[in-house]
């Protein structure tokens, strides 16, 4: 599945998407933010990054950003829970407060919303690499930077895309 043609006008902001509740959230409540997508995943050398976009998320949360989990069993496995057994790990083990969704495709059936960030990033043709890859959109709905897996929440060339992003 790719992305289907969208008006160009409502960008990020012409998706809905469901909460890991299964309820629909439309991504233009968001608008105005700077928002930070990221796949993750349960059961993945990466899944201590749930702890670094928590302290991000509460750290810039009152300045305008808000980060995006998007659990996503694309690669090995590694999110094989149901979207109650994910929102369960995350709050019980990581506390998690910022945005969980339902669970998505972000590889071999990409799910629309990621086939836009994909194709409105400067890398356009390459897919989702790993889990807890992140996009930084900014506040005008514009992705501003993709980064790899690997790229931290604390790294920073996530820290300087966001405050980049609230600046301007």
């Known amino acids: 599945m790719t992305a289907p043609d969208l008006d160009p006008a409502p960008g990020i902001y012409g998706f809905t998407v469901k909460s890991i509740d299964g309820k629909p959230v439309k991504l233009d409540k968001y608008r105005g933010k700077v928002l930070v997508f990221v796949n993750v995943a349960s059961r993945c050398g990466l899944t201590p990054q749930y ?5 991000l ?29 994910i929102k369960t790990f995350c709050s019980s083990k990581y506390d998690v407060s910022f945005p969980m969704f339902s669970k998505i ?20 043709n390459d897919p989702i690499e790993w889990n807890f890859a992140k996009f930084v959109v900014g506040k005008d709905g514009k992705t501003i930077v993709r980064l790899k897996p690997q790229d931290t929440p604390d790294s920073p060339a996530l820290r300087t895309a966001i405050d980049a992003a609230l600046k301007g």
């Open 51 to 55: 702890a670094g976009l928590e302290k």
């Open 57 to 85: 998320y509460r750290e810039y949360k009152d300045k305008g950003v808000v980060v995006l989990g998007f659990p996503a069993n694309d690669f090995g496995g590694q999110e094989p829970g149901s979207d109650e057994e």
């Open 105 to 124: 495709s972000v590889k071999d059936e990409t799910h629309p919303l990621y086939g836009y960030l994909i194709k409105n990033s400067a890398r356009p």
